[in-house]
């Protein structure tokens, strides 16, 4: 009998240990990132918190708090309760708002908040879904994409202006728009490529491409350049979505294409190894490919005179414009899988798996510090 | 470890399903027949369960199993060699009833772990899905190509697939979570209706059935509150499935659903607690 009721008790906690192993989903995502307009601070959200790290020293900005004696880190929240979750790329105003929305199974609420103080400003109320990517920030309103699949349009003192049904799915990749922000662009799981007015978020118009599109869309002239899950590179026309041109690469593309002014720069998925593009912009031709033992999900870096990506195994690849190697540098054990960033004259890269959250890299690829979460 | 586990139960079966998905183009359907079918699959092994549970019961309420227990009260060491001598006699292993449950439990947490993997919530999921789709799915049916699959429909009924399940009611502060309960109460109903007597409601098998009556809604509640709800979905067809199969066997305990103490024990045991 003793060891039938043992047997019994090994079995329940073995279900519930293999059974909750497998975790609630929406917190197991990579991080996102990204740098205020003089590139002297990095807004990470990662898990529980959204962290403020110096560009200079990749040191945490400090907040003094009613609550302790000594400053405490400028995180979002100051006290991490477990309900929030956070993994896509913040945005920031020009009036000194962060917004993020909770990725969280249990918190849906798209915040806004002060990073100087981290008091919440504002939030949308719950929308019974995860918030899964950043929002996009024009001029006096903020455009987020929701887990219900709608856009919401609020001004940046939290007032709503519309909400536009753009999906069926959740919405998981951050909105852009062209250079004069005549037009949102948003993609879809299925499917299909929106463009949106600012105005009144009706759409203007829509096309339906051949599988899932994960990456926003590149602002590339007059073009916006797509990839989609079976690896077809889509260039369309900014005003009315017609197809200029349509290449197809090996593998999947899951991150949002680069581009220079002459060249489109995009990593594909194959299988488990990668393969990285620079296409040319203007026709659709492939000019240079590399294949890479690790996958890139994640969308390529374009600066001056390089292109920095990063690869499922760890490695933060730069090239030239000719696709000759300039630096490399690998991260034991981490995955790549958030777009490298530039801030001032650092790229900094946000790893899973790591021992540290961020990394900071000269454009020579000295690595410069590093920044542990304490 | 967790290679060879994905490689043989949870990757074959997240194919499966998708290949049900890609026929019916629903996955709260697909949830309810694939579970239906493992349930099927699984069968035998359940009979074979209930078999070595009956010729245990049985066995316990023998008049030569309560003598032994009487005659070695003080010495346990006596008392497990007589059992194993009377095990031995009649043919009966006390590990017959776990094995069936030790094969089921890879095959039950296999599925759990391929509908979460098959719902994809985050792009972090997606890419683990996308490289174990197999290549060779498409060529059953082009609607379990990549494209066609991607993404998959999780909206079911009310419910987002995906995500923990809850309904808003107006006007009340709270949101209630209805499939949880709905699995609470079936599993309830399911592990009342399914325990055998026992052969004393004092002994530790009868304490033990009372337990599990008692901890598994609770816990199966809790996993339906937290996680997404095509676990639920699982959960309640499982209990169904479960309770139909129990009753085609003729298994089916219907004077326990309302009892509230250790299962009511059947005429020949009462005779055997008495001595």
């Known amino acids: ?107 849906h609420t798209f915040y806004s908040y002060d990073p100087l103080t981290t008091n919440v400003k504002w939030t949308i109320p719950t929308n019974n879904s995860p918030w899964m990517t950043g929002a996009l920030v024009i001029k006096d309103a903020v455009y987020a994409p929701g887990g219900d699949g709608n856009l919401y349009a609020y001004s940046l003192t939290g007032q709503q202006r519309w909400v536009s049904s753009i999906s069926k799915h959740s919405l998981w990749s951050a909105p852009v728009t062209d250079a004069a922000g005549k037009l949102i662009y948003l993609v879809t799981l299925d499917h299909q490529v929106v463009a949106v007015n600012p105005a009144n978020g009706k759409p203007a118009w829509t096309v339906t491409l051949d599988t899932s599109i994960l990456g926003s869309p590149a602002v590339a002239g007059d073009m916006l350049v797509v990839g989609t899950l079976s690896g077809k590179l889509y260039a369309l026309d900014q005003a009315t979505g017609s197809q200029k041109w349509v290449s197809t690469l090996d593998g999947e593309i899951w991150g949002t294409p680069g581009y220079d002014g002459s060249n489109v720069y995009i990593g594909t998925v194959v299988n488990k190894a990668g393969k990285f593009y620079a296409v040319n912009a203007s026709n659709g031709q492939t000019v240079w490919s590399k294949d890479d033992d690790g996958s890139i999900t994640a969308g390529p870096l374009v600066t001056n005179d390089q292109i920095i990506y990063g690869t499922e195994l760890g490695k933060i690849q730069s090239v030239d414009k000719t696709g000759t190697p300039k630096w490399q540098a690998t991260i034991e054990n981490a995955h790549m899988y958030t777009p490298p960033l530039l801030a001032g004259n650092m790229v900094i890269v946000a790893p899973m798996n790591a021992t540290f959250l961020l990394a900071a890299y000269d454009l020579n690829g000295a690595q410069k510090w590093t920044f542990v979460a304490k | 470890m967790g290679n060879i586990f994905d490689v043989l139960i949870v990757n074959p079966f997240m194919n499966a399903l998708l290949l049900i998905y890609a026929f019916v183009g629903n996955f709260g359907i697909s949830i309810i027949l694939f579970t239906i079918l493992v349930r099927l699959v699984t069968h035998p092994l359940m009979v074979k369960q209930i078999k070595s549970s009956t010729a245990m019961q049985q066995l316990m309420a023998s008049e030569e199993w309560q003598k032994i227990q009487e005659k070695n009260k003080g010495d346990k060491e006596k008392l497990a060699q007589e059992q194993m001598r009377i095990y031995s006699e009649k043919g009966i292993s006390p590990f017959d009833s776990c094995l069936p449950t030790l094969i089921q439990m890879p095959i039950l947490i296999g599925f759990y772990q391929s509908i979460i993997r098959a719902i994809g919530v985050t792009p972090l999921q997606l890419l683990g899905l996308v490289r174990t789709i197999y290549p060779g799915l498409e060529n059953i049916t082009p609607a379990a190509s990549l494209s066609a699959l991607i993404p998959i429909q999780s909206q079911f009924l009310w419910m987002n697939l995906g995500l923990p399940e809850h309904v808003s009611v107006p006007g009340l502060p709270f949101a209630i979570p209805v499939l949880a309960i709905i699995v609470g109460l079936t599993t309830y109903v399911q592990t009342k209706l399914t325990i055998q007597p026992s052969a004393s409601p004092n002994d530790q098998s009868a304490q033990m059935n009372q337990m599990m009556g008692l901890y598994m809604p609770v816990l199966l509640f809790y996993f339906a509150l937290n996680f997404a709800s095509g676990l639920a979905v699982y959960f309640i067809t499982s209990n169904l499935v479960g309770i139909a199969q129990y009753a085609a066997l003729g298994k089916v305990n219907w004077s326990n659903l309302f009892k509230f103490g250790p299962a009511k024990p059947q005429p020949k045991a009462k005779s055997g607690k008495r001595s």
């Open chain 1, 1 to 107: 009998m003793k060891f039938k009721r043992f047997f019994l008790f090994t079995l329940l906690a073995l279900l519930a240990v293999f059974l909750t192993a497998c975790g609630s989903a929406p917190a197991s995502s990579w991080p996102g990132m990204a740098a205020d307009a003089d590139g002297t601070h990095v807004y990470l959200a990662s898990g529980s918190y959204v962290y403020n790290v110096q560009v200079k020293d990749g040191s945490e900005v400090t907040v003094n708090t009613p609550d302790s004696a000594t400053p405490v880190p400028a995180r979002f929240p100051l006290k991490a309760d477990g309900g929030k979750s956070f993994n896509a790329a913040p945005a920031l105003t020009s009036d000194g708002q962060i917004l993020i929305g909770s990725g969280a199974t249990s918190d």
